[in-house]
């Protein structure tokens, strides 16, 4: 069997982040430092880098399902549109993928997304793209204390406004194990009537 290889970029980028910590320890002692305790760096690094609870709660989203897409201006919505998502893991455990299909004002519109938990961060962090731009939209946030809902905040560069850097909330809501409903905030519009996107998906039997 031909051995797999990594492409060399990325082949690079994983040596790295094995051999820095190990580099950094060597220049402290070479800085006269009290040296490091290797097997506690390490029993360190499994506290951030192995799966936990909070990957747990990434399971909420795997399979497939059927959505509706309604848009809000000044609180008033739109007759909502049908789509679909697939959620599956990435890497089993710690990142998952999900992609949306449906459409946004009559044209067809494509969602990625790939979610996780940070444990060095502390919180939950999600990127996307879609078909429709160019924009990749980052966004972190953690669960509220009841499991409930999953508050995210990012920024968006808005090309049709001219603004850089808007602040935007998406809310994930999980009235129950077979139903979640995305909410995305268009926070400087003020403090009412921020919801500009819905997505409502009901899981397929």
Known sequence: MKPITLP????????A????????AGFAQEAGT?????????????KYTNPGPHHEQLKRWLGEW?????LFMGGKATEPTKGTSKSEWLMEGRWLKSDFEGSMMGMPMRIVS????????????VTSVNSMDTIMIHQ??????GGKALLMYGTLDEYLTGEHDKMVKTVFRFPSDDEIVMEVHDLPIGEKNTKVF????????
């Open 114 to 125: 790939i979610m996780g938990y940070d444990n060095f961060k502390q919180s939950y962090v």
């Open 140 to 145: 972190e946030g953690d669960m509220d204390p």
């Open 198 to 205: 819905e997505i409502r998906y009901t899981r397929r039997k």
């Open 17 to 24: 982040s094995l051999l820095v910590p190990a580099f950094s």
């Open 66 to 70: 059927d959505a509706e897409v309604t």
């Open 8 to 15: 060399s970029f990325l082949a690079g980028a994983v040596l």
């Open 34 to 46: 009290p040296p490091i305790d290797m097997a506690a760096m390490m029993a360190q690094a499994q």
